[in-house]
């Protein structure tokens, strides 16, 4: 591992004077996967030389309770190696885990989609509570959530909801809830107290730039129309809202959550660039086979991943048949159990197929 992680350090040095090299400035898509390549280096470089540090501590105080004739030096050696030798395996298993290829998409943002599926108006309210759920993640996470585009439900949530989610590496953790997530509960409209069982899916999207997925604007059409949506004066009085629709894959997108038409444009061809590169990468994984659709992290999303028992206060993670037994923390985002554990099979997994 130490010389592995000595090559690291060593093409992270080569990264570092790269970046600021002329030629490569000017060379905007190759700058920017360097400068991903330098910061995705910098963590593990950092973490070496921490693990460096305490490899010669372990060693001066090996040293000490060997030669040392003092017999207080000696305990005092003994006591701090005995504080050091955790911290060196904490350290090893923190490296390997770094050390496990990650998907190159795990940095970027995300388009978040969630749709009410069967159960009627129980569902689109279901999806509200995903949303909600959602929103108080990114809240303890520090990242950003922006509602794009919306269509309510009937009696409350939403049979169709939209998001953007920015921060640090949001798609390496948020990938592990596409799939379709079943509710049990009585829902409020039900009269005679049974219990209903509806579904939503939710969709995550690595977010991709105009650099990585390039669409020619003569092959979209671009609508627009009155935001329906909170906003003013200006809902339903100007045409603000963007329906765009990329006629050579049927994709269609709409933004209506910013007043400027501009604004609802841009965040709209974020949402079409993710969804053209999602059904690109579909294709692609189809034709050679791809390894992952095992893998928690990669399976199909009509798969049922989640089930959110509410008479029973429980909540359980089918692909690694994980249960929470409270549904109350769950739905006020604490997500991170379920992901953290999700994270770690995937990567014993990756192990397993080979791919690391």
Same mark, same amino acid.
């Not at 671009?222 to 009085?237: A, E, I, K, L, Y």
């Given at each position: ?25 000017e060379d905007m898509k190759n700058f ?48 701090? /190696?005995?504080?050091? =030798? ?12 770094? /050390? ?64 953007s989610i920015s921060g640090e590496d ?5 990938? =592990? ?10 829902p409020a409209t039900e009269t005679q ?5 509806? $579904? ?10 105009? $650099? ?64 053209? =590169? ?66 770690? $099979? ?11």
């Amino acid at each position: 591992m130490l010389d592995k992680l000595e090559a690291i350090k060593v093409r992270f040095e080569e990264v570092a004077d790269l970046i600021i090299q002329p030629n490569i400035m000017e060379d905007m898509k190759n700058f920017a996967k360097l400068t991903k390549e330098y910061k995705d280096l910098d963590k593990i470089v950092k973490k070496y030389e921490e693990y460096k540090g305490v490899l010669s501590n372990i060693e001066n105080a090996k040293t000490v309770v060997s030669t040392e004739k003092d017999q207080e030096f000696r305990e005092m050696a003994k006591m701090e /190696l005995d504080e050091l =030798y955790p911290q060196k395996d904490v350290l090893e298993s923190f490296i390997k885990d770094m /050390l496990v290829p990650k998907d190159p998409n795990d940095s970027k943002n995300i388009i978040l989609e969630i749709r009410g599926a069967a159960g009627g108006d129980e569902a689109a309210i279901f999806a509200g509570d995903l949303l909600r759920m959602y929103q108080r993640f990114c809240e303890k996470q520090g990242w950003k959530i922006e509602v794009m585009d919306f269509t309510d439900g009937a009696s409350g949530g939403f049979k169709e909801v939209v998001a953007s989610i920015s921060g640090e590496d949001v798609f390496g953790q948020m990938k =592990y809830e596409s799939g379709v997530h079943r509710v049990q509960r009585v829902p409020a409209t039900e009269t005679q107290g049974r219990i209903h069982t509806s $579904v939503a899916s939710v969709v995550i999207l690595p977010e991709m730039d105009d $650099v990585e997925v390039n669409i020619n604007m003569s092959d979209v059409r671009v609508d627009t129309f009155c935001s329906s949506g909170p906003g003013g004066q200006s809902v339903n009085t100007t045409y603000s809202a963007v329906r765009l629709t990329h006629v050579p894959s049927g994709v269609v997108v709409s933004c209506q959550d910013e007043k400027s038409q501009t604004k609802n444009k841009e965040k709209a061809l974020k949402v079409l660039r993710s969804r053209v =590169y999602d059904i690109e990468l579909a294709k692609h994984n189809k034709e050679v086979g791809d390894i992952r659709k095992t893998m928690v992290g990669g399976g199909d999303r009509s798969d049922k991943i989640r089930t959110y028992n509410y008479p029973q206060g429980r909540v359980t993670d089918h692909r690694i048949g994980m249960d929470i037994f409270n549904l109350p923390s769950v739905m006020d985002g604490e997500i991170y159990k379920f992901i953290e554990e999700l994270r770690l $099979v995937e990567n014993a997994e990756r192990l397993k197929e080979g791919t690391v």
